[in-house]
């Protein structure tokens, strides 16, 4: 049985920092911490707690330092953004390096019977199920700070080109993965599939488990993945 597997990652759109660049690493050292810092300041209190001596009291450097590498504070929040969108490029990656071995085994080319196709649809519910139980009860930070960096991207034009790279890093996976068992509309399906994603996570953290639970997850997930795939209704799934 020949195994499948996703085609080549298209190469993400470069990522520009604002800020004065760095030549040394102890340099670039400091300037993620700076970084990091803001993006604790964002997920404890919003865009409004990103300020110089706000941040250089979190990072534990001089006033100077943030003055230094960001003279504009509207630049230490775009690069704030930026690193943020960076770190969710390179997790996103690692998990679906991880994810296709689990999608794949054992299938063969030929997606067009229904059985293969329940077999997908069974195991991308279970990885979708881990992956969101992953971010929600471990990374309910990253997902506070993918909040503040929507909304503020409404705000700020500045901020809109890279939310939307931010999209594109999302979507780039799963309309692989959809190419690679053919559905009709690959890009949109991949489209969908984010914005379920994305309203399940908005969900928990409205409360987790209040307002939705692990089996309300597992059950949008398996009813959504039914209609992209276009299978008959399942009691069992």
């Known amino acids: 049985m020949k195994t499948m597997s996703l085609s080549s990652r298209e190469a993400p759109s470069t990522i520009v920092y604002q800020g004065r660049k760095t030549r040394r690493n102890g340099s670039e050292q400091r300037r ?3 970084l990091e810092a803001s993006l604790r300041l964002v ?8 300020r110089h001596r706000a941040v250089a009291k979190e990072a534990d450097v001089p006033l100077s330092a943030t003055t230094y590498y960001f003279k504009d504070i509207n630049d230490l929040i775009a690069d704030t953004f930026t690193y943020f969108v960076e770190v969710g490029a390179e997790s996103m990656r690692r998990f679906w390096n ?4 689990v999608l794949f085994a054992q299938l063969n080319d030929e997606l067009a019977s229904g059985d293969n196709l329940r077999v997908i649809q069974m195991r991308l519910v279970d990885l979708g199920v881990q992956y969101l139980m992953q971010q929600i009860e471990q990374h309910r930070d990253y997902l506070l700070a993918e909040q503040a960096f929507q909304f ?3 705000r700020d034009g500045r901020l809109s ?14 309309t692989r993965f959809f190419k690679a068992i053919k559905t009709s509309d ?3 399906d991949a489209y969908l599939t ?9 969900d928990a953290l409205l409360g ?4 939705i639970t692990q089996e309300q997850i597992k059950h949008k997930l398996t009813r959504h993945l039914q209609l992209i795939l276009q299978l008959p209704d399942n009691t069992e799934s």
Request: charged fraction near 30%; hydrophobic fraction near 45%; aromatic fraction near 4%.
């Open 186 to 188: 690959p890009e949109t």
């Open 208 to 211: 987790y488990p209040e307002v």
């Open 152 to 154: 503020e991207s409404l």
């Open 43 to 50: 997920i404890r209190e919003g865009v409004r707690g990103v």
């Open 161 to 174: 080109q890279l939310a939307r790279l931010h999209q594109e890093n999302m979507l780039v996976d799963l």
């Open 32 to 34: 993620r911490l700076i």
């Open 194 to 202: 984010l914005a379920v994603i994305l309203r399940l996570e908005y």
């Open 98 to 101: 991880g994810a296709e071995e």
